[in-house]
């Protein structure tokens, strides 16, 4: 079941999204909740997720701010430690372990 889509214009964000994220290319990520940062501006959900190489690694999927994202309905609770899921979003132009989360996906439904 698909949580939220996230949107909004990265224009009103403090720094530019684009030198960050390429929202060109997505990635999906699924696994395993080991923590989430919500703080503002920026959120951070940890995910350990198997990669290409079956190696288990840790992603960290960068959002909006806890405010922003509480207005659309994701809390804390939400995405408590062992919380199964897959996000979907821009990939990081630094490293191939984070993204942009923009959609969220509970494995519980």
Excluded: W
């Excluded at 920026?42 to 990669?51: K, R």
């Excluded at 899921?85 to 630094?94: A, D, E, K, N, W």
Aim: charged fraction near 15%; proline fraction near 5%; aromatic fraction near 8%.
């Amino acid at each position: 079941m698909t949580v939220v889509m996230l949107a909004g214009s990265n224009a009103t964000a403090h720094h530019s999204f684009a030198p960050h994220f390429d929202s060109s290319r997505k990635i999906n990520i699924s696994g395993t909740v080991t923590q989430y940062e919500a703080r503002n501006p920026h959120s951070y959900l940890h995910i350990n997720a198997v990669d290409e190489n079956g190696r288990t690694r840790e992603y960290v999927c960068e959002s909006h701010g806890v405010t922003q994202l509480s207005r659309t309905g994701i809390t804390p609770q939400l995405f408590k430690a062992g919380t199964k899921l897959t996000v979907t979003g821009p990939i990081s132009r630094h490293s191939p372990y984070m993204c942009f989360f923009e959609i969220v996906e509970l494995a519980d439904g």
